[in-house]
């Protein structure tokens, strides 16, 4: 029992691939971790930006479409690593060769940090108007800077913690926080329904909507692409991390379909009611709505419980971020000490813990929605089209044979995802919203470079991978 124990920890915190015995995570639990992963900080900001730029009637198919969309694109990631049990990027070995792990490590790492440096803010937003609520001052605590930033990296120390236990304590945890955050979900619909009402909620005007001076047409189109395209990015941000969790699922399908509806309808939702209530109040920040709620109401208490429950599941997410970053790690890179991986994986988004970057949520997803979109779009080409889902997973760890392809390096995904790269940027700049060519109101950016990046690493693979440089599987049978 002892040596199964040992064994069972060891593959939680290193390297070695997960057995279906050693597997942990049934469809609730992985439903209980997306609730807490999605809603508890990206699908209420980004929710309430799409809110800040279209009426109730637009947001409705932007964040719903858009999410489930976006992950549908996604799907076929979540299945490699529940049916093999081997970390994300252990899994795209036979996809992009040995040697281009470290390119896929640098964008999950900007995925990840990014994200962690959001949902620790959301922490530090809540408990500085906690604070004040409180004790009714206004200390350096209960300052927007560097109060909130002090209580991000209280919540990354909190997370950090919860993350190194591991994914058993990670179950109990975010089983426990998702119940905090659907409260605070509820209270939120009850509010809108109830004291604001459905009628004011359509009729209300976003609060800072893109406006293209002259042109109100053009305006609009901007307004209906931009919301798209953070909500499909959102939807595609999802693919480096699928298989950190899946790999713990005691099937594919409890796998697959735990992310999908975590992250996909049920989040989406959440998203739906955070448009709403940045309508009703014209507010961005989501942890200012529940002080707005309680004022309206009249009820203080409103305000107490709701930002403790949101600091709640703000550190659930936390942790739920860093344990798949650190896996990642220990598992590519297999000389690094859990504890070491763990701060690699958390310190570094102390640099991105200011108040500028809370409010950036539609250049940060896009950035997040291109990188995972491109990698995402070879891996599930190549599951479907190239290796229908077959994997050798001893030639995974075999560094020296295996899947070499080109020295380590497949050139049909390095190229592909050089491509999808360019192609995006050359349609959007993420960074200061703009259209180089004028495509991005009429086409958006991440849908077409998924597709299009798919499609070049199908016609590359077919017409010159295959039959130069064989991997395992294909070698086989041709024999």
Known sequence: MATKEYVRKDVYFTVLPCRKGERIYRFWDLLAIQICFGIGAWFFLIGSQTGMWLSAKQAIPAIIFGNCFGLLLMGAVAIISARYGVEQLLGSVPIFGPKFTIVNVIFFAVTW??????????????????WGTIFNDNSVLASAFPGATIWAVLALIVGFIFASRGPDTLKWFTRIAAVFMIVVLIGLILYLLIHVGLDNIFKAKPAAPIVIEGDADLSNRWNIASSFEVNIGLGLSWAYFYGQYTRLAKSESGGFHGCMWGWGALAAVAGVFAAFAALAIGQYDPTSWLVVMSTNVGFPLIALIGLILMAVANISSISTIIYPAAITLVSNYPKLKWGLALAIATVPALILCTPGFYGRIASIYAIIGLINGIYGAIIVTDYFFISKGVYKLRDIFNTKEGYQYFHGVNPAAAISMAFGLVFYLIIL???TWTSLTGWFPYI????????????????????????????????????
Do not use: D, R
């Not at 940090?113 to 906690?130: D, H, N, P, R, V």
């Not at 958006?444 to 064989?470: E, H």
């Open 444 to 479: 958006t950016a991440g849908v077409p470079t998924v597709i299009l990046t798919g499609v070049l690493y199908y016609i590359l693979m077919k017409a010159w991978i295959v039959k130069k440089y064989p991997a395992p599987i294909q070698a086989e049978k041709q024999e």
């Open 113 to 130: 940090l990014c994200a962690l440096a959001l949902a620790a803010l959301m922490f530090g937003q809540s408990a500085i108007k906690l």
């Open 429 to 431: 700049n993420p960074i």
